[in-house]
């Protein structure tokens, strides 16, 4: 892992009138690294990852992208820096097919015209590279399922090339085959050598892809994990602010059954 970070947030601050979403936060990810982003509702996740993706600006503190400073006050600047979100809304045209979902906004023109045929190429090009199975790629999205429909929107994120992929809650209503097809493609992204912050609420999604877990509490930083020492109890402790919650009684009562 290089020791220069891809992203580093340094004491970002974020206000909406006279509400503090972000206090101070700071975050860091380097290439080839999963890390998850977790916390209660209202902890300040979606305002992060906005801030992030241009479309909040912060108020104070610093953004670093590969070691140096820069400013990101719309969501252009992240496209031309390399950062690539996918929302949980996935933005997909149901009407259209893989290839158009593909390259929407960003078609392929030859004198003048549609170049369908390379497009085609390059769908299956990059959906063979990331291992994801589709029936065809002139299939209509809106005859995909929910799993395939997720991994179709993070494959166009990966079209302009980016060195940061932002996926917010990826597995959200999925079931448990189209969570491991999802989950599955996170692990490739990180073999790929991007850097990935996933935002989820499903602690053994976290578990299953993360090396490090960043806990965010009232719009501040309240731990960060490496994910291999870390249990599931300390984590659950740091979003709830508490010590003393369901997760941990239960493992404590799993103890004492053990003794």
Known sequence: MSATP???????????????????????????????LVGDNGAGKSTLV??????????????????APVRIDKPHDT???????VYQDLALCDNLDVVGNLFLGRELRRYAVLDEVEMERRSRELLTTLSIRIPSVRIPIASLSGGQRQTVAIARSLL??????????????LGVEQTAQVLDLVERLRERGLAVILISHNM???KAVADRVAVLRLGRN??????????????VSAITGATDNAVTRRAARGEEAVR
């Open 160 to 173: 302009g090339d980016p060195g940061l992929v932002i996926l917010d809650e990826p597995t959200a209503a």
């Open 204 to 206: 053994a999604d976290v």
């Open 6 to 36: 891809v992203l580093a947030l340094r004491g970002i601050s974020k206000r909406f009138g006279a509400v503090q979403a972000l206090t101070e936060v700071e975050l860091e990810v380097h290439a080839g690294e999963v890390v998850a």
């Open 79 to 85: 496209q031309e820096l390399g950062i690539a979100t």
């Open 222 to 235: 309240n731990g960060f994990f490496p994910m291999a020492t870390t249990s599931q109890e300390e984590i």
């Open 50 to 67: 906005k801030a992030i993706a241009g479309v909040h600006p912060v108020d104070g503190g610093a953004i670093e992208w590969r070691g």
